[in-house]
């Protein structure tokens, strides 16, 4: 009995690990998501900037525009890039996971016969 309870348990600490799993893929694709939506808005920026940098004149105003640009794409794109590694990494880990027992396979190992086919005490 105590075979049988602990491999219930091993089977259902397996299914957890499963669904905690799918848990991370599901948090892994809204990172993505959001880091996919910074990177286009950081592309937008680059665009406003070409068209912006040529109309200004002024030394001052040039320095407080490669500040403020040079500040939102550093912090940008060390934000995204961390999403993505923590993205790649989960995705390594996930693919180096053992896959599930199967549910056909017995959890835990048949009881020892005798060769008579009777089960031991």
Sequence with gaps: MQAETQGMVKNWAERLDDLGRRADAANASRMFATAKSKLDEMRGMIGTATNDIPKIKDKLELQKA???????LQEGYTEINGDFDAIEAWITLAEAKPAQVSKSEPAVPP???DPNGNPVR
């Design 111 to 113: 009881p020892p016969v």
């Design 66 to 72: 490669f500040d403020k640009y040079s500040e939102h």
